[in-house]
């Protein structure tokens, strides 16, 4: 079973490089209104061959505009942007007997590092594919070795 949601925080400007005391502020190369990214997250999951759809199995995907300070600090990483998704939870692999009662995997993906990287909504729809592939490979219980990245 999965969900998709999507965050509230409205932001429209990438923190750019320190100077001094200031933070300069870019604007962010392509915007995309926050339910078609949404959209864009479901296709992705509708796309995928039926095989890999009935093996998902607790999963609970969120569309948030970026990273948390706390999951930056958990992941170490230190720029927002650098982080385009995440997995969270005990992958496929990793399953036992005893798993049951518990709270659904996570996947976050983040709109913002994404749009940042993309200069037209064709590359949006390609980077949010790539991506929630990749962080459902973890589910799957792949490193991030093997997983090429």
């Known amino acids: 079973m999965y969900f998709i949601t999507l965050s509230q925080k409205r932001q429209s400007y990438v923190c750019g490089k320190r100077r001094g005391r200031g933070t300069i502020l870019q604007p962010l190369k392509t915007k995309m209104e926050e339910e078609k990214f949404r959209k ?7 796309e995928l061959p039926d095989s890999f759809k009935e093996k998902i199995d607790n999963l609970y995907v969120v569309v948030e505009d970026l990273p948390s300070q706390e999951v ?7 720029s927002p942007y650098a982080l385009l998704g995440l997995y969270q939870g005990i992958s496929l692999k990793r399953r036992g007997a005893f798993y049951t009662n518990v709270l659904p995997d996570r996947i976050t993906i983040y709109r913002k590092p994404i749009e940042s990287l993309c200069k037209d909504d064709a590359q949006v729809k390609k980077k949010v594919k790539e991506v929630f592939r990749h962080e459902l490979g973890h ?11």
């Open 72 to 78: 930056l600090k958990e992941q170490g990483v230190k």
């Open 40 to 46: 864009l997250v479901t296709e992705a999951i509708d």
């Open 139 to 149: 589910h799957f219980g792949f490193s991030e070795k093997e997983l090429g990245g």
